[in-house]
């Protein structure tokens, strides 16, 4: 079944002299299941595709249907409800409330949704992502790999259609990075969770069932068999 559809997708930034394509008619399907790694040098439009499909942008021209929806026919107070009923994100710097401890970062797209949390589901992701004694800490007495742990967690609390991680290994160290490759794949593989990741590190491309290649805005290779885009 797709759970992503793109077509002919479009980002232009500027005018005249100082005008970008960004993105420049993309256009690909991704099965529900599928581990994708989105890879290209910096500057390639990955990111931009990334932010398009997360709902925090949109595109010049083209189609993104997620789950059946076209999200580019939604108002921003329904594309707001759909990315967070819908899309996990999960970013390279973690985006925590630092004020909020492990339980209530994780819960609070679900509080905003006005939506009371799965206690068996919260239970569960805790335990999966080693964060059970964690509970009650906040961001700051947590370690780079443990926040980034909680973001994973509060992106799949919804049990979201596609869940999107933007260069999620990029603040860690190696070790750490290869904890959170193993959650995602784990998540990935458990619950036939959906997932697309923005990447530089050649490991997590390597892991990846799927790999697509953009480059000036376009793509390049899309291939099953890992191969990185050095940048």
Do not use: W
């Amino acid at each position: 079944m797709k759970i992503l559809e793109i077509k002919n997708l479009c980002k232009v930034y500027g005018k005249g002299e100082t005008r970008v394509n960004a993105l420049d008619n993309v256009s690909f399907d991704v099965e529900q299941g599928e581990f994708v790694a989105i890879v290209g040098p910096s500057g390639s439009g990955k990111s931009t595709l990334l932010h398009i499909l997360g709902g925090v942008d949109r595109p010049t021209s083209g189609v993104v249907s997620i789950a059946g929806t076209d999200i580019g026919k939604l108002d921003e107070s329904r594309l707001a409800i759909f990315r967070r009923r819908q899309i996990g994100l999960i970013y390279q710097f973690y985006n925590l409330i630092p004020i909020l401890n492990v339980e209530e970062n994780m819960t609070l797209p679900l509080l905003l949704d006005g939506k009371k949390p799965d206690k068996k589901l919260l239970k569960d992701l805790l335990e999966k992502l080693g964060l059970t004694d964690r509970l009650k800490h906040l961001p700051n007495q947590l370690s780079g790999g443990q926040q980034q742990r909680v973001s994973i967690g509060r992106a799949l609390m919804n049990n979201p259609a596609l869940l999107l991680a933007d260069e999620p290994t990029g603040n860690l160290d190696s070790e750490n990075s290869r904890e959170i490759v193993s959650l995602l794949r784990k998540f990935n593989k458990e619950n036939n969770q959906t997932v697309i990741i923005i990447t530089h590190d050649e490991r997590i491309a390597l892991s990846a069932d799927r790999v697509i290649t953009i480059e000036d805005g376009r793509i390049t290779r899309d291939s099953g068999r890992p191969e990185v885009s050095a940048e």
